[in-house]
């Protein structure tokens, strides 16, 4: 079970640090709406915004204005808290590969393993909040200025509403939350069951056992003596 | 037999050289106009890539227009898309084949010759990758120099290498880098022997026990 959950965990961390990255570097933060001409169609991202012709599909893109020019605070904040959860998430993931229960790396503690998935749950945890800070405030942002502009009922030609950027970053942040609640407090629950650990150690028999009858015997010692050490630790503790 | 740390050094080459190809073939700048001529200050850039064709102006936008028909394209550009994508699907089969096969996994541990054999054909499929690759930016390069000194293209008109096509060739030489180390897990004649000698099949090779306990670990 606990493996089980190890491996969603990966899963959902790898795809929520691939949208997180993908939605900070496209430019669909914002598209436009209620244009009742419909002969372009206009995206606005975090670092440029390009308008779609809808007749001969020429894109025009206009990269915003150098980085300390004045910038709205919506866009400066989510610029800074997507990348930290962009760099948060992916060595978050990064991490988590070495914990992993299938990649041979700390074979003999697997306690240690289990710290390394615990420690990439929280990285990811805290990785999704700068996203879901960031995404939020974006999508606010977004909806006052329009609903401003519908309730003073001023029709200026373009109004915005959420692009899929937005949507992706969105999703990409509730999916490292998913992930990291995956990787530490189900994991914690389940680690009280102990079936964890004789499975860990029988599959670390089986890791280290070759079709050889002098190896096999050779693996018996360590495997006792691993879980020796744990008990020993679990008393301790 | 390669050690383990070979096996890992060739798989991020050949993933460093996968994500390469991926942003070749995604970007615009394959060729991009030359200032060749007498004009030097030019208020248009111009770029033209697999998929779109762009202008960048002096003011800073960028206007994109994707290629329209399919059919019409030119036929090296038509190869080199599909030699680009055929790239990345293989990179991408290579990139789970070689997960499996690799030692630091511990998934099928118990008969390491066939493990070390997916591994092998892991890197087989990097190398195929990178072949491909190499080969669509080649020929996109070479279609480019030949348009370049052709006499009768314009001076004015004329394209030379974009950074997309370096990119191109630095990620197919590090695929087939990397597809090469991953390979070197091929293993020896002898265990080969042993592992027939385990299928209780008659072979003349018997090696001491030892010795095939730490090619597994």
């Known amino acids: 079970m606990q493996h089980f959950l190890q491996y969603l965990g990966c899963f959902f961390a790898f795809f929520s640090a691939g949208f997180l990255i993908a939605a900070t570097w496209t430019d669909c933060w914002m598209v436009n709406t209620d244009d009742s001409l419909e002969v372009s169609a206009t995206c606005r991202g975090l670092w440029w915004e390009c308008v779609t012709n809808a007749f001969d599909g020429i894109t025009t893109c206009d990269e915003y204005d150098s980085i300390f020019a004045e910038h709205p605070v919506k866009l400066v904040l989510t610029r800074g808290m997507l990348i930290t959860a962009d760099i948060l998430a992916g060595l978050a993931f990064a991490f988590l590969l070495l914990g992993l229960d299938c990649v041979k790396f700390l074979t003999d503690e697997p306690r240690s393993k289990a710290r390394i998935c615990f420690i990439s749950g929280l990285m990811l945890l805290a990785g999704g909040l700068p996203g879901l800070i960031g995404s939020v405030w974006y999508a606010i942002g977004v909806y006052v200025e329009r609903s401003t502009l519908v309730l003073h009922n001023v029709f200026v030609g373009i109004q915005y509403k959420f692009g899929w950027s937005c949507w992706l970053g969105l999703s990409g942040a509730l999916g490292c939350f998913l992930s990291g609640a995956l990787l530490t407090c189900c994991m914690h629950l389940f680690r009280g069951t102990g079936s964890g650990r004789y499975s860990s150690c029988g599959s670390l028999r089986k890791a280290h056992a070759p079709p050889g009858m002098m190896a096999a015997s050779l693996s018996h010692p360590s495997c006792q003596t691993s879980t020796a050490k744990m008990y020993a630790m679990d008393t301790r503790v | 037999m390669a050690s383990a740390g070979l096996q890992l050094v060739g798989y991020f080459l050949a993933l460093a050289g996968w994500v390469g190809t991926i942003c070749a073939s995604a970007l615009p700048q394959w060729k991009q106009s030359s200032y060749a001529g007498d004009a030097i200050i030019t208020a248009v850039g111009l770029y033209e890539g697999l998929w779109m064709s762009c202008a ?91 348009e370049f000194f052709n006499p009768s293209t314009p001076v004015n008109a004329r394209y030379e290498f974009g950074p997309a096509l370096f990119i191109g060739w630095s990620a197919a030489s590090l695929t087939l880098l990397g597809g090469s180390f991953l390979s070197c897990s091929c293993p020896k004649p002898e265990e080969r022997g042993q592992q027939y000698y385990r299928q209780s099949q008659p072979s003349t090779a018997r090696e001491p026990t030892i010795k095939r306990e730490d090619q597994c670990i």
């Open chain 2, 56 to 146: 960048s102006q002096s003011t800073g936008q960028v206007q994109c227009k994707l290629h329209e028909s399919l059919l019409s394209l030119d036929v090296h550009i038509q190869t080199s898309r599909a030699l680009m994508v055929v790239s990345i699907l293989l990179g991408f089969v290579g990139l789970i084949v070689s997960v499996i096969g690799m030692k630091c996994t511990k998934v099928g541990d118990k008969n390491p010759v066939t493990k070390s054999w997916i591994a092998v054909l892991g890197g087989v499929f990097f190398m195929l990758a990178g072949l491909c690759a190499m080969t669509a930016v080649s020929w996109y390069a070479a279609r480019v120099t030949v």
